[in-house]
């Protein structure tokens, strides 16, 4: 396998609506939609023996309205050793996505942590809490629009270069 | 008499009393046989789990959102910090990961260099390991014994960068320094100490009849099932999956060396001890071969603007000033993209996924962190065994703190 067959596969099983590109690694790069999310992960798990999930992870974008979330999965097939990189954009009014727990057990704590950080709200999860921070944080730490440290302070200040 | 409430989640919770079946135990946050802060709610009948609720985040420092306002060379003392056990493997993975998205080519030098530093890292994060599940099942002797031998490779680390377990190894594009003649003779007496005792180490254990009946069927998983939650590292190799980043996705020249992947077939806790003992013998025999085919050239790639530069050039010449200060102040820029690195950690794969949209700091840096993935399947993992199993099974997973919360 590599990544034009791939491609090909992905493109025939979503209608073409993927966008697929291969980055200057290797990485074969698709971005889909969050209702796509649930089937293209099954027919590469079943049919091209995506077998292992490697991470989970999300990221903020605040100026690209209406996406301004993205959830990224990457998958290996460890038996022809091919890694693929979906991405799914969302926008922050409706930062919804389906569960790949079905797929996966070790999506969980995966999601957990993602949901904990970003707020992503993973349709479907069987246990949908924080795991790393306090239960009774009300906000969600990583998304960029919460500074790194209390913005109160005043004996970091660094008038010479700004930050 | 007690009796079983179940709650809308799911949850069983019982109520105690003290003759009754079904207590609640809380095993951690601090426990002295848990080796780090984790806290496991569990429902015991007796000695049986009947389940295990574990709670995780108590030493999370928000590496990811620190990263965010880092630059990239002060962002390897953070990863010093996931597994401490084996901080330059951490350590390396961040340069490599750095060098994939700048585009650095390092000498061949610089990739063997690195390989003798990270297969002494994984010695030791083994050694750790496997000489705690001997305090675990009752034998002190070898723990005290590896210990020593643990030592001698921070004191190796210290001839190399100057510290021992957090140990900001290397710069993005090579090493600060060569190294030198001390750790040389340093490396070739451990060379030739280490193995001795470790055959006294493994020949107290690995076929004792006590040890064996004591972890065979300790904590066991399926190959199908430890694929399912993502396992890698040596606990997935246990289970039968000859998965190891070393030889699917070559990293530092690793391609050169020879050397085979130990499999277990249970997945249980003997599995996982016999597994990290074969891969300590594999890593000195690649540090050898690293050794013996060590090629010549610098130790470092040409890329100033990721070395200071020696101090009397940063007063004479102009290139120098400007380069020192841009490392000071971290005004160095990385390209903008996406990369995934993965390295084989000492407990699996280490990876790294950084987005850069051209500044100075990452825009985005997610580790992925083996023991946090593979924790998960701890519950499954000890439901139905009794409660000393359980303690076992965690120490064999080695699960570490700092890099199961991050």
């Known amino acids: 396998m590599n990544n034009e067959i791939l491609m090909a596969f992905i493109n025939e099983n979503t209608n073409n609506s993927a966008v697929c590109s291969v980055d200057q690694y290797d990485m074969l790069n698709v971005n889909i939609t969050a209702d796509q999310l649930i089937d293209l992960v099954d027919v590469l798990k079943n049919k091209q023996g995506f077998i292992y999930l490697t991470d989970i992870c999300a990221a903020h974008y605040p100026e690209k309205v209406g996406a301004e979330f993205e959830v990224i999965y990457h998958l290996h097939n460890l038996i022809e050793n091919q890694r693929v990189r979906l991405k799914v954009a969302l926008a922050e009014s409706d930062i919804n996505i389906p569960t790949l727990t079905v797929h996966f057990v070790g999506a969980n704590w995966m999601e957990r942590e993602t949901f904990d950080f970003y ?45 | 008499m007690s009796e079983l409430i179940i709650k809308s989640t799911g949850q069983m919770i019982s109520t105690e009393t003290i003759d009754g079946d079904i207590a609640t135990l809380n095993l951690g946050p601090t426990h002295p046989a848990t080796h780090g802060i984790f806290q496991n709610i569990l429902k015991v009948d007796g000695e049986r789990i009947l389940s295990a609720e574990p709670t995780i985040g108590y030493i999370h420092r928000a590496f990811e959102k620190l990263a965010e306002h880092r630059p990239y060379n002060q962002i390897t003392p953070i990863t010093d910090r996931l597994n401490y056990c084996s901080s330059p493997i951490n350590n390396i993975g961040w340069h490599m990961t750095v060098e994939k998205l700048a585009g650095i080519e390092v000498p061949k030098r610089v990739d063997y ?16 390991c496997n000489s705690v599940i001997g305090v675990d099942t009752g034998a002190l002797t070898g723990f005290t014994y590896m210990f020593q031998e643990r030592e001698k490779i921070y004191e190796l680390y210290e001839e190399i960068c100057g510290a021992r377990l957090t140990t900001n190894l290397g710069r993005i594009g090579g090493f600060e320094r060569d190294f030198n003649d001390i750790f040389h003779a340093k490396l070739n007496a451990f060379l030739k100490e280490f193995p001795v005792n470790f055959d006294e180490f493994d020949r107290l254990l690995t076929r004792n009849r006590i040890f064996m009946d004591r972890v065979i069927g300790a904590g066991p998983i399926t190959a199908e099932r430890a694929v399912e939650y993502s396992f890698s590292g040596p606990n997935l190799r246990a289970a039968g999956l000859d998965y190891d980043v070393r030889v699917m996705n070559p990293y530092s020249s690793y391609q050169d060396f020879d050397f085979s992947i130990p499999v277990g077939k249970d997945g249980d806790t003997y599995d996982r001890f016999v597994v990290r003992q074969e891969e300590i013998r594999q ?25 200071l530069p020696p101090k009397e050039e940063v007063y004479r010449s102009m290139e120098s000033l400007i380069y020192h200060f841009k490392i000071v102040m971290g005004e160095t820029t990385i390209p903008a993209g996406e990369v995934y690195h993965s390295v084989e950690g000492a407990n699996g794969e280490l990876g790294y996924y950084l987005v850069s949209d051209g500044g100075r700091t990452p825009y985005r840096l997610h580790f992925r962190r083996p023991c946090f993935i593979y924790y998960q399947a701890y519950p499954e993992m000890i439901v139905d065994s009794v409660l000393s199993d359980a303690i076992l099974t965690m120490s064999s997973m080695n699960v570490i703190a700092g890099e199961l919360d991050a």
């Open chain 2, 283 to 307: 890593s000195l025999n690649i540090i050898r071969q690293a050794l013996d085919k060590m090629p010549a050239g610098d130790f470092h790639a040409n890329v100033p603007e990721f070395y």
């Open chain 2, 113 to 128: 260099m690195r390989v003798i530093v990270m297969e002494l890292a994984r010695i030791a994060d083994h050694l750790v």
């Open chain 1, 119 to 163: 707020g992503v709200n993973f349709v479907g999860h069987p246990d949908l809490r924080r795991i790393l921070n306090m239960d009774d944080m009300d906000y969600h730490p990583l998304r960029k629009q919460y500074a790194l440290e209390d913005e109160t302070r005043t004996d970091k200040n660094d008038t010479f270069f700004g930050r």
